[in-house]
């Protein structure tokens, strides 16, 4: 079982920065991939960003250049450094674990809200 709580999320305006943390509970932290993930009113939730435990990194299309994921395996941190934001960003933002390799089960936080004023 991985606890995860994600924070930092608030109030900014259009072409503003935040950065996310998301903690987890496990000092195994380091083996897993984890991910940040959005969700609008009434969507489901979508990819925004990854990071392996080898430190590989992915976005979506729609984050590229603006938001960096990076994580520290000390801390058991996984970062989410959001930057130029706009209105359309604004979302909940939920932090992933896992699954791990051979398994299905991936964690989740309670997610912390982003709101971007025009």
């Known amino acids: 079982q991985v606890q995860l709580a994600e924070s930092g999320g608030g109030l900014v305006q259009a072409g503003g920065s935040l950065r996310l943390s998301c903690r987890a509970s496990?000092?195994?932290?380091?083996?897993?991939?984890m991910g940040w993930y959005r969700q609008y009113p009434g969507n489901q939730r979508e990819f925004v960003a990854s990071?392996?435990?080898?430190?590989?990194?992915n976005y979506d299309d729609s984050v590229q250049g603006r938001f960096t994921i990076s994580r520290d395996n000390a801390k058991n941190t996984v970062y989410l450094d959001l930057s130029t934001l706009k209105p359309t960003d604004t979302a909940r933002y939920y932090c992933?674990?896992?699954?791990?390799?051979?398994?299905?089960?991936?964690?989740w936080g309670q997610g912390t809200q982003v709101t971007v004023s025009s």
């Open positions: 990071i392996s435990r080898n430190g590989i990194t």
């Open positions: 496990r000092s195994t932290f380091s083996i897993y991939d």
């Open positions: 992933k674990a896992g699954p791990l390799p051979g398994d299905h089960v991936a964690y």
